[in-house]
Every structure is written in C-alpha cells, then in structure tokens.
C-alpha cells in the first residue's frame, strides 16, 4: 500500500496531553525500526516530537539494529541522549519505510473484557479476575501496513489498544514495582475475526485474534519516561474517519500494574515482549446492526502522546 508522505507524517506527529511535560528531557525517545529505500537492513532509529525527523541510532556499533535486542542492552539513556545531541538527524521522507516497532517478540499478551463499557456492550459482568488470551508474533504489522481479510473470516473487528512494552526480564512482580519492568508504550490494533472467536473452533480465541496482519503496532515506542500517566490517555478508532472508539485508559478494570502482577506469577516476561491491554466500547461485533471491516476500509487507531495507526484493509 502506498500512503501519501502527508499521512505518514501524520502517523508520527505528537499529541499533547495535559499532564504531560513537555520540557522532558526525554521528550526525543520515540524509538522506530524501519528501512531504507532499496536497502534490505533492518535500522533503529529515533524520531522527532513532531514526526518530521530522523535520527538513526544503529549507525553506532554498540547499539543493536533489532528492538528487542537494543531493550535487552539496557542502554543507559542520558548517554544515549548525548549521542544523538551530536549525531545528525534527517527529515522523514518517501524514503524511509516504517516497519513495526517490535517485529519478533517472545510474546504478545491480550487481555479482553478490561473496560467496563465494553463489558456493558456485551451485556456480560464485569470479570473477575483479567481474562488473558495471546497472538502470534507472525500477526504484526506496521503502522502503515495493510490489513488482510483472510477468505476464511467475514466478521473482521477492530479493538484500538494501549500497548506495554516489556524492558527486562519479569517474574512474580509485585504491582508496586511493575512500571520498573516496562520500557514504553505504542499503540496497537487487536484485529479480530469474530466468527472464529466466538463461533468456530470450540469458542478458542487463537485463530481469531492471530492470523496474519491482525495486530498492527506502533508508529514508536514511546520510552515510559515520557508518558507522565499511561492510565490517563485518550484512545480512538475511526473507521473511514468515522469515530467508533473513544475511551480513555483510566477507564481500565484491571490497571497496567495488576496486569503485569497477575501475568509474571506464573509466566515469566521477557524485554520486548507485547501486553495489550483492552479495548473501549465501540467494536463492530456489538453495534446494531453489527458492522464488519470489509476491503478498502482504512481503519485509523490513535493514542494521546503516543501516535496514530493507518492501516487499510485488503483482499487476502
């Protein structure tokens, strides 16, 4: 698919929360994989505020190409901070294609049911305990990439998502300690064929939520420094820019810190590894009449500071 440098653009631009400072210090770590035009290697890089620059960080031969191996080194920030203070930047062009954030995580980790207006759609009570489902990495795609509508489905869902991304190795953390084991935060689209999650295949949820394309992630990983309150952030979807979604994270049942302790008790979460962690009211499934993602459908997903999805729909 090729989407206008404008939208591209778009994708990347900052949005401004009022709780958030803006003379962060940090304000700059917004980390992208991505490539270069008619160059096969994979690059990390960080991009500006505003989405309109470019500053490669895998051109430094202690700093891994690959997200997830860059979270597990740790990388001492301020240090990194003065590295890009001397290292040119470049402007965002057509020339640079943007891949999703993390492209091989250990895990990707769904909760469902975790906003009570969501619940209340569904005419079903609020959980009593989080309600964990997973997807396959091979689901993933980037912020621009397309979204495939697999012959064997024809109820195709959106569920606009905050996702956590894991910095370091975790097991049975205490929710008092959690946010020490997040490295920061993106923005995710839990596509779903709702046929095969709730009508096929036993009611199992994994066909449903994992085939190809049905998890688009990023535009960045925005490092969790710079998200003063990750359970104050206004989420929506618009479908053909129509508005579907429009909740806000604070409205989560279970909060970011009970899911990470409920998760680690008994699975141990790896740097780089995906949790998202619900959805607002709003899906296909349960307006009336029901409505369902069909092919040339463009499904945009945003998150206040964090940034916007665009991604169409295609024929698979």
């Known amino acids: 698919m090729n989407i206008s440098k404008s939208l591209l653009l778009t994708s990347l631009r900052r949005v401004f929360h009022p709780n958030f400072s803006t003379s962060s210090p940090l304000e700059n770590m917004r980390f992208v ?3 270069r035009k008619n160059d096969p290697k994979k690059r990390l890089g960080i991009v500006s505020p505003d989405g309109n620059r470019l500053t490669e960080l ?3 031969s202690c700093v891994s190409s690959d997200m997830v191996n860059f979270i597990e080194q740790n990388y001492n920030i301020g240090e990194l901070e003065s590295k890009m203070e001397c290292t040119k930047s470049e402007p965002v062009t057509d020339n640079i294609t943007l891949l999703p954030p993390i492209t091989n995580p250990s895990k990707v980790i769904g909760i469902g049911l975790n906003y009570l207006d969501h619940c209340t759609e569904q005419n079903k009570p609020k959980p009593k305990e989080p309600m964990f489902f997973n997807k396959f990495a ?3 795609v980037g912020p621009t990439g397309d979204i495939i509508a697999h012959k064997i489905t024809n109820k195709l869902d959106w569920e606009v998502e905050l996702a956590v991304v894991i910095g ?3 097991f049975q953390v205490k929710k008092d300690n ?3 084991y997040i490295f920061g935060y993106t923005v995710a689209q839990d596509i779903s064929a709702r046929d095969w999650q709730k ?3 036993g009611g199992q949820f994994l066909i449903g939520k994992s085939m190809d394309s049905f998890c688009p992630l ?8 710079f998200i003063k309150n990750p359970q104050d952030l206004n989420l929506t979807s618009k479908i053909n820019g129509v508005t579907k979604q429009n909740g806000n994270t604070k409205d989560m049942i279970y909060k970011i810190d009970e899911i990470i302790e409920h998760l680690t008790q008994a699975i141990t979460l790896n740097p780089g590894d995906i949790i998202l962690t619900g959805t607002p009211a709003g899906v296909g499934m349960h307006r009336s009449p029901p409505e369902y993602l069909k092919p040339g459908d463009v499904v945009e997903s945003e998150i206040q500071c964090i940034g916007k999805l665009i991604n169409t ?4």
């Open 178 to 180: 959690a946010f020490d």
């Open 168 to 170: 370091k190795k975790a």
């Open 138 to 140: 091979t689901s993933i």
């Open 199 to 201: 009508e096929r295949n």
């Open 218 to 225: 990023g535009p960045s990983i925005v490092h969790k420094s």
């Open 313 to 316: 729909v295609i024929e698979g």
């Open 58 to 60: 895998s051109e430094y």
């Open 33 to 35: 994989q991505f490539l």
